[in-house]
């Protein structure tokens, strides 16, 4: 058990570290900036900052708090199809990763359960389980816009194979682990088999599958950046995009900071739920 | 103002036929013509209207004599709405099957007609609700335009070419009604070339151009072999999509690039790199872009195409105009569209721009927009896709050129926008100095020392 008052200790060190990062980033970008070469007023004229001043490319912490401030004040705005607010941006992502996500669910886990019970379909099941999982997603995006013919479904599509692995390993391990005990004192009380598999080998198996779903939604939040980034059209992914084409970095500063706080958040919900489905022998 | 019929709210006028009235004696068409065809079909419907609901001509003089035209009009239209049967009726000829257009387009200049046609309401005009959309890279408009995502695309003029012969793609029939731009490109080379600006010591560089079917791959090509350097053994030539080009040369992944503008000018807007030669000086009036269609589309939904063309070659003519530029400018600037900063479009697209070393140049030409996809366009870069062993065997280059280049469909556009010649800018093509015979392409392309045909 943490002894009392570390909890403050620690979040005062945490808040010192932020502090520290933040003072090194503002020192790191003030530097340069004044060291104005000599130049025609007329060329300067048509030049950037970065050109005519000699300021740095780099945004300071203050810049990227006045310009999230900006975003977040209106994070709602539809300025046609290719301009849409930063909220808009985020709400395209996860709804594509819920749905890929959701799919990845609904097959992994009914099948995960079969793997899981029978030690044949497993050993069949594996060279391709195995030869599936280490592909990376992306590399599936040409074939799956080229079979599927639609950029959206794609990309679910690529959510999908991306969180169908863990989900899959890890219901089958869950499944293949519950204890012998439980499932023989089931046998001998003549339960159907099917509510055997409801009330004994699911409860049972549940905290392995939670941590399979959690590893899964991590996955596929990093999975939809990168898919946005390539289809494009809407999504945060397609904003970092957007904004990198604009070589705004303090875009991509913010946009790096809000996908890092929705994926802390959509971890932390699979944790909760993990805990209520947890026990103790 | 010209019309078709005679006014229907001029009590001089008449209406029925053999009245015996001395203007419209026989035929009922004005002497002059008509300011369009949907004012004329407005004008048959006031026509109709009026004559149904007074009966004779005679009436209807009278009654317009004695109450006058715009009372008449304002009690008519309180029991009629002819507003309504104005538009049903201009409608009925060309019905658009389809109303709700999608159009992909790369976040570059090239793309300014196809771009503009959005915010600045040419689309609209031709009845269609179209929807730009901005897409990251050739290969995946590529795919969403094979796809039907998008009912047309912004492409590179050399693409249409490949997908209809199935070079890196399945064939599918595609055909390019309209160019966008021509010149408009540019080499940039990261600033610390400055001092090499012979491309004879260019060996061992670096370079990318947007895709491997671009003009810019083969005028880079072409700019190469002729200053004796082999562009597939001895610098390095990669495709990166045009929004990336800026971050790779700063991040020195890249020397330099043939590129489309704006790329270039934020290159030197960044002091990242400057511009070492405007692709006007390799050939002037080349084509770059262009406006793509797949030939089902076009078959499938004529009237909805030649809308979109008719917008097309409207926002291109209006592009062309020096004046206009800023306007232009203004409306794709806008994170929308381009997103990117408006000074920088501004230079690209008047011509008076930062070159990089220090000095304002003025070349009002450095990009210009003209619609007519000449064959001979079409019959250059085949040349060169077969120079370079994109194609091999026996082309037949004129037949090829003239199925996908509609000069056909461009001239009927621009006829029915209401512009009478097409300019012949480009028609004559001349390379680097050395003239082009179109009807003579393995000739040219046997004169060429660095092949790999």
Known sequence: ?281 | MARFFPDPFDPEACLGTGCGCPRHGSARLACDSPASLEDAAAEAVDTAVLRAILGTDAARRRLLKTVGAGTLMAALTEIFPLATAREAFAQAPGTLEKKEVKIGFIPITCATPIIMAAPMGFYARQGLNAEVVKTAGWAIIRDKALNGEYDAAHMLAPMPLAISMGVGSNPVPWTVPAIENINGQAITLAMKHKDRRDPREWKGMKFAVPFDYSMHNYLLRYYLAEHGLDPDRDVQIRAVPPPEMVANLRAENLDGFLGPDPMNQRAVYDGVGFIHVLSRDIWDGHPCCAFGIGREMAQAAPNTYHAMLRAIVEATTYAAKPENRKEIAAAIAPANYLNQPQTVIEQVLTGTFADGLGKVQRVPERVNFAPMPWDSFATWILTQMKRWGQVKGDVDYAAISRQVFRMTDAERALREAGFAEPATTGRTIVVMGKPFDPAQPEDYLASFPIRRN
Do not use: H
């Open chain 1, 1 to 281: 058990m943490p002894r009392p008052g570390q909890r403050a200790r620690a979040i005062a060190l945490s808040l010192l570290l932020l502090a520290l990062f933040l003072g090194a980033w503002q020192a790191a970008v003030s530097g340069g900036g004044g060291t104005a070469a000599q130049m025609d007023p007329d060329y300067a004229a048509l030049m950037g900052t970065a050109a005519t001043q000699g300021a740095s490319a780099m945004p300071g912490p203050a810049q990227v708090a006045t310009r999230l401030a900006e975003l977040l004040a209106d994070p709602f705005y539809d300025r046609g199809a290719n301009d849409k607010g930063i909220g808009i941006q985020l709400g395209w992502s996860l709804l594509r990763v819920m749905l890929g996500y959701a799919l990845a669910v609904l097959v992994a886990v009914p099948l995960g359960f079969l793997i899981g019970t029978s030690a044949l379909l497993r050993q069949a099941l594996d060279p391709f389980i195995q030869i599936l999982k280490p592909i990376s997603p992306l590399a599936w995006m040409p074939l799956a816009l080229y079979t599927i013919k639609d950029s959206g479904r794609s990309a679910i599509f690529v959510i999908f194979i991306c969180s169908v692995w863990p989900l899959l390993l890890n219901t089958a391990f869950g499944v293949a682990s519950v204890r012998r005990e439980w499932l023989n004192v089931a046998r001998t009380l003549e339960v159907s088999r099917w509510r055997m598999a409801w009330r004994v080998i699911l409860p049972a198996a549940a905290p392995t599958i939670l941590t399979g779903m959690r590893i899964s939604i991590g996955i596929a939040w990093l999975v939809i950046v990168a898919a946005e980034m390539l289809v494009g059209g809407t999504g945060i992914g397609y904003f970092v995009w957007n904004q990198w084409n604009n070589l705004s970095i303090t875009d991509v500063i913010i946009a790096i900071l809000l996908i890092g706080l929705v994926g802390m958040a959509l971890d932390q919900l699979l944790a909760w739920a993990g805990r209520r489905v947890g026990y103790s022998e």
